[in-house]
């Protein structure tokens, strides 16, 4: 396997620059994913890796070979894509084995590497199968077969579940991650979709704009997300803001308050966040709590949605803003009942005012 080493890697259509210098190290056997709105270079990104799109500049190492001119064939990667891009007229063993007929393989060393790719994907009784009488599943398991059989250095993955409904992804969420495992495999995984992010990923990518916002471990960046733009990206649901103002600072920690807000210390580690004024709060609707009396917010509940093994409501603040509250219990709520809230300050977030993203963050 590989590491892939993105080096100040920019991408121009024209006079457009969608890919603005970003600089990505992916450790050999990592799987890495990223992660962004539409249109902020993820899929470019990947396909530059791919060799299906130019370097505009930078350096792009595999395996510590510089890439930028090598063609796709000879840079030791697969890539699994959205549309499966299988045959219709071949049958899955044919589809499987079809980049090793293109090379020229034996029938042998065909038979055994399709046999071994059945196997890692438990998909032996399909083989003779033709697409037409898979699942969408099941097609992508034979897309990610034919990347199996290639023994690649790199295996690359652009949004290959957003065609599935909701059970299949959770299912091939699952043997996406046990493969990994099996082939100790370098992958990076392109999707918008934050719960496939945090729960494949050893790292992930946030990007927005064509400019890397912050790289880290799924859990680190949903407890220290470096800017606003990932705190309300990562996390379901989404994270809460409040605008309050800065009383007085001292070090990492602020005393705040507004007219929603009763006065709290709060964590203030995170560059740009100034020692007096403005600035915004975030608080995870995972954090909140109902309270009886002393609230450190107080609003009236718009809509209640009761899932069973949690509670998520919907609270109008007294300036007809809205807050998210996710209780891990079932509970009965009635539209404009009033409601206390609490939380731990110390988990609380707090951002400059205009610090929506920081480019180019570590």
Known sequence: MADVLLKAIKKSYGPVEVIKGVDIDINDGEFVVFVGPSGCGKSTLLRMIAGLEDISGGTLEIAGRVVNDIEASERGIAMVFQSYAIFPHMTVRENVAFGLTIAGASKAEKEAKVAEAARILQMEHLLDRRPSQLSGGQRQRVAIGRAIVRKPEVFLFDEPLSNLDAALRLDMRIEIGKLHKSLGATMVYVTHDQVEAMTLADKIVVLKDGYVQQIGAPMDLYHNPANRFVAGFIGAPSMNFLDVEIVSREGDSARIHSDLVS??????????????????????????????????????????????????????LKDGSRLLVSLPEDRVFEPGQPVELGFDPARAHLFALDAEATRNAA
């Open 263 to 316: 006065e709290i210390t709060v964590p203030a580690w995170r560059e740009g966040v100034p020692f007096s004024g403005r600035a915004t709060l975030g608080i995870r609707p995972q954090d909140l709590r109902t309270v009886d009396t002393g609230g450190i917010l107080q609003g009236n509940v718009a809509i209640a949605e009761r899932l069973g093994i949690e509670t998520v409501v919907d609270i109008t």
